[in-house]
């Protein structure tokens, strides 16, 4: 299997790398130095001309005044938030190579634990069958957490996958695009998958969640000044029941452990130039919009009541804290990109919080969605 993996996403890649446009990345190096710029450029002046006619193109090589200014104080704001992106170098055979298989073993490692997680303690089905669980009524199995799980979990991979096939040496473009197939292509499968389980069914709802969240992996990929303003993360903290239930349960199921999940949709205050030039210190935080479903699943013991929980607030922006006190390197990129994608609990603080009561109903494809009595 893993070799099968490996070699079907190195032709993947060399597919979508070949017949996508290559981005030639200029990089405009600074050769002179400040002084340098500030020094007339005397030797070059032919020395028959009038002493006059020298002082007046040494005056016009002079840069004005706003360049020295420039060149004489960096942008630290600027750079503490603009996105890491990996070291320029020279494309190698081998590394292109590394860096496909290590996105083969990731994929690998995802199917081991799904089929660990759910397909090993279920049922197949003699035929397929499919499952409307609905979207965020409050009348679902899950509130609406697991459409943002399908979401969320597109987004992480299309990131991750594409800063590594680009440090690799992939092109950038290519390995957007790639990373982006390669996880629908995947969370498709899966979906296929569920479609022969009896207790679960292909949800069309979780396709376009999956779908949405590859899409937008990739546009996040190929607009960095989007990708400067904000952030999709989930913040994850194991509940009680969850824990509870390791014994039985064991430990791989924690995409379901939606009580213990809370997704983020943050704005970088550092984005905002005036911030950025009168206050630096605002890059280390953010404005955020969250969601949360909770008692939901795990399914609480007692009659807890599930809980759909929306709220504004704000958060500590630790990849701004990676980027600007890391040094460089592939450990700085990988810190970059999880601080991206996640947030540690107890980062963030409510501001504001609106609450609807819900129901939950049962899982599976008997399951429908239950509509709200209005």
């Not at 989930?234 to 791989?252: M, T």
């Amino acid at each position: 299997m893993r070799a099968w993996l490996l070699n079907g996403t190195s032709a993947a890649i060399n597919v979508a790398m070949r017949s996508s446009r290559v981005l030639v990345a200029t990089s405009v190096l600074l050769a002179v130095s400040t002084s340098a710029f500030a020094t007339p450029h005397l030797e070059e002046v032919d020395d028959e001309r009038p002493r006059g006619s020298v002082a007046r193109v040494a005056k016009a090589e002079l840069p004005p005044p706003i360049l020295d200014a420039e060149l004489a104080a960096p942008a630290r704001d600027d750079l503490s938030r603009d996105p890491v992106q990996p070291e320029e170098r020279k494309p190698t055979h081998r590394g292109k190579i590394i860096s496909a298989a290590g996105t083969a073993g990731i994929y690998a490692a995802l199917y081991g634990w799904l089929t660990a997680a759910w397909w090993v303690r279920t049922n197949d089905s003699g035929n397929f069958q499919t499952h409307d669980e609905g979207w965020f009524g409050a009348k679902t199995y899950a509130g609406g957490a697991d459409k943002l799980g399908h979401g969320w979990g597109n987004y992480a991979m299309t990131r991750g996958v594409a800063e590594i096939l680009h440090y690799g040496g992939w092109n950038k473009t290519g390995s957007a695009f790639v990373a982006g197939g390669l996880s629908l292509a995947f969370f498709t499968f899966s979906e296929v998958k569920d479609g022969y389980k009896k207790e679960y069914g292909f949800s069309y709802g979780d396709m376009i969640s999956n779908t949405a969240g590859a899409a937008l992996g990739v546009v996040m990929e190929m607009a960095p000044a989007l990708d400067k303003r904000f952030d999709v993360r989930v913040s994850y903290k194991p509940s009680k029941l969850y824990l509870d239930r390791l014994k039985s349960d064991g430990p791989f199921n924690t995409p379901e452990d939606y009580t213990g999940q809370t997704y983020l949709l943050a704005y970088h205050l550092g984005s905002i130039d005036y911030l950025r030039e009168h206050a630096s210190w605002t890059r280390f935080f953010d404005v955020n919009v969250g969601y949360a479903a909770v008692n939901y699943k795990p399914i609480p013991v007692d009659d807890a009541v599930a809980q759909q929980e929306l709220f504004i607030g704000g958060s500590i922006n630790l990849q701004a804290v990676v980027d600007s006190y890391m040094g460089g390197g592939a450990g700085k990129g990988a810190l970059h990109f999880v601080t991206e994608v996640f947030q540690p609990p107890y980062t963030t603080l409510r501001a504001g919080q609106l609450d609807r009561a819900g129901e939950r109903v049962p899982e599976g494809p008997t399951a429908r969605a239950v509509p709200m009595n209005n």
